[in-house]
């Protein structure tokens, strides 16, 4: 899924957009048993409870392509006929839902209190312009579920007012929803479709994955992290230059990624889309075709089952990042055209230019 797909299923979480049909939940405590069930017709719910599960639920939509949400394929069908089954049910089923219940709380690695969500709910696809205006309706219906993993944390401890005795008394603590970990939303919705051989996952935490949790309860090929995406990038670089990368290189590569990330072009490159974006920034094609070589060995190595890597992964922050000497400096694009690197007295020395006044600890410096 790219990005305009994903914003377009978060506007389904709004009061006026909302057609979930039914919300399911089970409160699973830090010994992993089941304390409490939900089971709700969803718009029979007070408003109010229906707002916060929506700020809930959306987070699960939340987050950068390829670092918090990640499109994932099934090893085998056992897994997706289960989420067939689970989706097709309308969550009416107590059978289907209390087995899938089982599956994440066999497989989650959570330590501590937390509520399984799920919810069921159908969109009508309308039909769009390729400027994504709508020219009319369709009838082609997108049915899914959503399932939110959330913490339930302790509220803090502290005084509060008590309106039926008009006085102040220590608050009972109560445990509390948090934003989801991680969750998943399937099918995924592809090219505008449901598409039942993906899920799209959605994980907090873009260094590390429920390693478990994908592989067991999910069924899929483990994705790789955001950090290990940008790692095979630099090292793949770095390696096709023998450490001697040249400043305009990577400074045009930069401005290449930051364009593709920006445009609507599709967010996950293959090893062949990787080449042209390193083309079109000035690298001779002899070097491209070893940097490939490179990037392909690192991606076996690390086992990636794609062979892509997303735009947004590339560059590890949205600003340019210089390291020198132990010292990191992070600079936007408008700061950064202040900054060259030349060469004084024999050694490579970032030079910022001073057009305004210059400050250190707030003091001016003029020499």
Do not use: W
Not at 189 to 194: A, P, V
Not at 197 to 210: L, M, P, Q
């Amino acid at each position: 899924m790219q990005t305009k797909e994903f914003n377009e299923v978060k506007k389904q979480f709004k009061i006026t957009n909302c057609n979930i049909s039914r919300l399911r939940g089970c409160y699973v405590n830090d010994k992993k048993e089941k304390v409490s069930y939900i089971n709700h017709t969803f718009l029979n719910l007070p408003e109010e409870e229906q707002h916060k599960y929506l700020e809930i639920l959306k987070k699960t939509l939340t987050g950068k392509i390829g670092k918090n949400l990640l499109d994932m394929k099934f090893r085998d069908s056992s897994r997706q006929k289960s989420l067939i089954a689970l989706r097709d049910s309308g969550l009416k089923d107590d059978k289907i839902i209390d087995s899938f219940y089982d599956s994440v709380i066999e497989s989650v690695n959570y330590v501590g209190n937390y509520l399984i969500l799920v919810i069921d709910q159908m969109y009508d696809i309308p039909c769009k312009a390729e400027d994504n205006t709508k020219i009319g309706e369709s009838d082609d219906v997108y049915h899914y579920v959503l399932c939110s993993i959330c913490p339930m944390d302790l509220s803090k401890a502290g005084i509060s007012y008590f309106e039926s005795d008009n006085e102040f008394h220590n608050a009972e603590r109560s445990f509390m929803v948090k934003p989801p970990i991680m969750g998943f939303l399937y099918p995924a919705f592809n090219e505008r479709m449901e598409d039942r051989e993906s899920i799209a996952f959605y994980s907090k935490d873009t260094k590390k994955f429920d390693d478990a949790f994908v592989n067991t309860c999910l069924g899929c090929y483990l994705p790789t992290s955001a950090n290990t995406q940008q790692t095979i990038f630099s090292e793949s670089l770095s390696e096709t230059y023998d450490d001697k990368c040249s400043f305009d290189l990577v400074e045009n590569i930069t401005e290449k990624v930051k364009e593709l990330s920006e445009s609507n072009a599709k967010e996950s490159l293959t090893e062949n889309g990787i080449g042209h974006m390193l083309e079109s920034s000035g690298m001779e094609k002899g070097k491209v075709e070893t940097f490939k070589s490179i990037m392909k060995s690192k991606m076996e190595e690390n086992e990636m089952q794609d062979k892509e890597i997303n735009v947004n992964n590339i560059l590890p922050d949205k600003k340019n990042v210089y390291e020198i000497n132990g010292l990191k400096i992070k600079a936007d694009e408008q700061q950064s055209k202040y900054m060259e690197v030349k060469k004084i007295d024999g050694k490579l020395c970032l030079v910022i230019e001073t057009s305004e006044e210059f400050k250190m600890n707030g003091i001016p410096i003029t020499e």
